[in-house]
T-cell receptor, first 114, second 113 residues
Framework: DGGITQSPKYLFRKEGQNVTLSCEQNLNHDAMYWYRQDPGQGLRLIYYSQIVNDFQKGDIAEGYSVSREKKESFPLTVTSAQKNPTAFYLC?????????????FGPGTRLLVL | AQSVTQLDSHVSVSEGTPVLLRCNYSSSYSPSLFWYVQHPNKGLQLLLKYTSAATLVKGINGFEAEFKKSETSFHLTKPSAHMSDAAEYFCVVSDQGSYIPTFGRGTSLIVHP
């Protein structure tokens, strides 16, 4: 059953703590993305990766870090430098098909601050 | 440069009446256009996509959208709303070859019984 999985579904962070959100895909897609969603603001791009061992900052990368050691995996770390991390985080992937870049999304992780 | 504007933040309809969600776009190259739906606390699901084939695109759950280049629009329609259609809808544009699509801010569809 192909798709994108994100875990955990809910995550709680304490002050000064780093937390890591998992994203795994078995669609054999080259590109992967992390978005942050806040109420009324749509989706904002945090980081994206076009290929293994390479990634680029998106519009709101400050306070976040990523790695892309495997094609299937693109974990996101929310560091203590991110002062307002409470949000819904969405991971997506896309293939390098000609003339279209359809993104497929995971079910999301909701991050809450204790 | 690419951009997308969803003209309504909220749309309210009665069950069984038509749905119209409006989207205008700007693109430097031949765009791909998408509509996604998001139910509460869920990921985004692809409804339909336009990639320079037929201008009238049919999607899942009875939705369709028409690409109008002269009006730079890609409005989403459905003849008859169901209660299960209540959700957030996102219009997305992507220039040819671009890895970074641009999302609209979303339209919340409310369906009254």
């Amino acid at each position: 059953d192909g798709g994108i999985t994100q875990s955990p579904k809910y995550l709680f962070r304490k002050e000064g703590q780093n937390v890591t959100l998992s994203c795994e895909q078995n669609l054999n897609h080259d590109a992967m993305y992390w978005y942050r969603q806040d109420p009324g603001q749509g989706l904002r791009l945090i980081y994206y990766s076009q290929i293994v061992n390479d990634f680029q900052k998106g519009d709101i990368a400050e306070g976040y870090s990523v790695s892309r050691e495997k094609k299937e995996s693109f974990p996101l770390t929310v560091t203590s430098a991110q002062k307002n991390p409470t949000a819904f985080y969405l991971c997506a992937s896309s293939s390098r098909t000609r003339n279209q870049e359809t993104q497929y999304f995971g079910p999301g992780t909701r991050l809450l601050v204790l | 440069a690419q951009s997308v504007t969803q003209l309504d933040s909220h749309v309210s309809v009665s069950e069984g009446t038509p749905v119209l969600l409006r989207c205008n776009y700007s693109s430097s190259y031949s765009p791909s256009l998408f509509w996604y739906v998001q139910h509460p606390n869920k990921g985004l699901q692809l409804l339909l996509k336009y990639t320079s084939a037929a201008t009238l695109v049919k999607g899942i759950n009875g939705f369709e959208a028409e690409f109008k280049k002269s009006e730079t629009s890609f409005h989403l329609t459905k003849p008859s709303a169901h209660m299960s259609d209540a959700a957030e809808y996102f219009c997305v544009v992507s220039d040819q070859g671009s890895y970074i699509p641009t999302f609209g801010r979303g339209t919340s569809l409310i369906v009254h019984p």
